[in-house]
């Protein structure tokens, strides 16, 4: 997505600094009252650059913990080519950006469902089709450690500094040097990764799944998904740069290509391989990814270098520079090690859910693996849709850190937390009203008997309990991690969800089936969410907590009475359209309604930026 930098305006509003900032003394850098030297204050009426260009190389939160960032200009103005990377984005920029994310996300999501109506369809929910879930485990991890979480969290803050040091005029090209130090290497990683999960695939399938009848389906169906780590590796790389480039297309459309690679191959190759030909699509759907971010990809790569500055003046940047703490990484050295393990284990932590849930119904009858899948896959589709601003907002976040601006990105995680919520509530009281005539509309043909269809709603509807934990979880690790550099504290507070996962889905299972084990899921998210909340401040963006569960408890009382009220509603509805249609008008109307009348800081904005968009749709057409 190509769009012309919003003016600087755009998105500075919103919650004022709490820090009183003097006038800027003769270096140029403004000083709070409290000594210290802040970056978000403007320039006198001349329109120009952001004071956060005028900054030291490292600054304070409001908690007194440094935060790594780049060595900043303190005389030059912005060469014109420097002008897209150093504008401030704007709000419209931004819901034009999450608008994009949005549709074609939910375009990818409905290309998602239609692939799993096509796998029920074609081999229904039986022990065929538990294999290839089995093997489906691996793209599944792939895709939460290389596209969607893990690497993107090291890598979208790694290409912000990297564009903010060449908006700096450093020597060279530091994007290029950053793709040329690490793009090799994790290719190589990628390749290797592949080949040993092909080779170990029997010992890999019994570990996931001991208590398959028969594993050599699903032995066959890994070797054939372990193809993706490869394709998905590359695709996360390039959403990570292009995100940072705030080019958002592309990224947003990797999963249509993505199901439409295995949808079109389980059609084509499935009378002659069965359900092995939906793990053949799964490889080729990770080459598609990749395929259609190579050519926006390459373009930001060959872009014209900035021009440099003068030597003289880039000696007396230095100089200035030498006398300052270098707390800052260099271009080439943000992606450590450190921080690539410390993103990648929490990734790791949040998928093994997964495996959590698969080892456990693998001990239940024939289809439990299946009916958790279809649950899961369906209930995450508010998550999933919740995020999107999200996934728009991260490099912003770490930009503004980057340029050494607290109060942008603790003001921008604020408003994500709200936004997301809202939207997420409102997605899980529609699942939970009406999750029979969801599923039932979506699955229940062919080989998906009625008896699956309550199945699979049961479980659903025990799935959306955890959803706001998921959210919660998904908004709050990028404020770790959105500062390039690496952090333990995500990983110990996945790592306990985890253990309170096993837990109870081990006392549970044998007690309430498949309803046991998403109510271990849902708990253990939720203890993960709690625990990175309490830990916001020093180790990540200081957001205000007591504000931001203030804000948070308005849309979750409006979601209890809409789920209540649509479930109500679509219970007397017979037919599974108009029960639906009936059930999400009643939880769309009462949430909204009281959402708006509590002032939910999530929802006026949104309602407004639609409205915004909307015009502005209008007027171009």
Not at 21 to 34: E, F, I, Q
Not at 248 to 260: G, K, Q
Not at 592 to 619: C, E
Request: glycine fraction near 10%; charge should be positive.
């Amino acid at each position: 997505m190509t769009v012309t930098p919003p003016r600087a305006s755009g998105d500075s509003s919103g919650t004022p600094s709490e820090r009183v900032v003097a006038p800027t003394g003769a270096s140029g850098r403004a000083v709070a009252a409290d000594g210290t030297r802040v970056s978000g204050v403007s320039r006198a009426a001349s329109g120009g650059r952001d004071a956060a260009s005028q900054g030291d190389r490292s600054r304070s939160h409001p908690s007194g913990v440094d935060l790594a960032v780049p060595p900043t200009r303190t005389d030059l103005a912005p060469a014109p080519a420097e002008a897209a990377d150093l504008a401030p984005v704007s709000r419209g920029f931004l819901a034009k950006a999450a608008l994009v994310t949005a549709v074609l996300t939910a375009a990818g999501a409905l290309l998602g469902l239609v692939r799993d109506q096509a796998l029920a369809r074609l081999f229904g929910a039986g022990s065929e089709t538990d294999a290839f879930l089995v093997a489906w485990t691996i793209p599944e991890f792939a895709a939460t450690l290389l596209i969607e979480d893990g690497l993107a969290f090291a890598l979208v803050p790694a290409f912000s500094l990297a564009l903010a040091r060449r908006a700096q005029g450093t020597p060279g090209d530091p994007v290029r040097a950053l793709v040329a130090a690490t793009l090799p290497k994790l290719s190589l990683a990628f390749v290797a990764v592949s080949a040993v999960i092909v080779g170990a695939a029997p010992y890999v399938v019994e570990a996931l799944a001991p208590g398959l009848p028969d594993p050599a389906l699903a032995v066959d169906c890994t070797r054939l998904t372990a193809l993706c780590v490869l394709g998905f590796g590359l695709a996360g790389y390039c959403s990570a740069a292009l995100r940072a480039h705030r080019r958002f297309l592309a990224p947003a459309a990797i999963y249509v290509a993505y199901n439409t690679g295995i949808i079109t191959a389980m059609f084509v190759l499935g009378g002659h391989w069965g359900v092995r030909s939906a793990a053949a699509g799964v490889a080729i759907g990770g080459g598609l990814m990749v395929l259609i971010q190579l050519p926006p990809f390459v373009r930001q790569l060959c872009r014209k270098q900035v021009p440099q500055q003068a030597p003289q003046q880039f000696a007396q940047q230095e100089q200035e520079q030498e006398q300052e703490p270098r707390s800052a990484p260099s271009g080439e050295r943000s992606v450590t090690a450190a921080l690539v393990a410390t993103v990648l284990l929490f990734a790791l932590c949040r998928q093994s859910q997964t495996l959590i849930e698969r080892f456990l119904a693998s001990t239940l009858d024939a289809g439990a693996i299946s009916h958790l899948n279809y649950a899961q896959k369906v209930a995450q589709i508010p998550m999933t849709l919740s995020m999107m601003l999200c996934t728009v907002t991260f490099p912003v976040v770490a930009r503004a850190l980057a340029d050494g601006d607290i109060e942008k990105a603790r003001t921008r995680v604020e408003r994500d937390l709200a936004l997301a919520s809202c939207v997420l509530l409102l997605g899980a009281a529609t699942v939970i009203a009406c999750a029979p005539q969801i599923v039932g509309l979506l699955f229940q043909r062919g080989a998906f008997t009625a008896q699956d269809t309550a199945a699979t709603a049961g479980v659903m509807r025990v799935y959306a309990l955890g959803l706001l934990g998921q959210t919660l979880t998904g908004v709050l690790v990028r404020s770790y991690f959105s500062a390039a550099r690496p952090s333990w504290y995500p990983v110990a507070a996945m790592a306990t969800g985890i253990i309170a996962t096993s837990w109870i889905g081990a006392l549970t299972v044998g007690v309430w089936g498949v309803s046991g084990i998403a109510a271990a899921n849902a708990a253990g998210i939720t203890v993960t969410a709690l625990v990175l909340l309490a830990g916001m401040g020093p180790r990540s963006v200081p957001i205000r907590k007591r504000r931001a569960l203030h804000e948070l408890s308005k849309p979750v009382r409006a979601a209890v009475v809409a789920g209540v009220a649509g479930t109500f509603v679509a219970g007397q509805v017979p037919s599974a359209v108009p029960g639906l249609a009936a059930g999400g008008a009643t939880v769309a109307a009462v949430f909204v309604l009281l959402a708006w009348a509590m002032d939910a800081q999530g929802v006026v904005p949104a309602l407004r930026s639609v409205r915004s968009v909307t015009r502005r749709l209008s007027h171009g057409r």
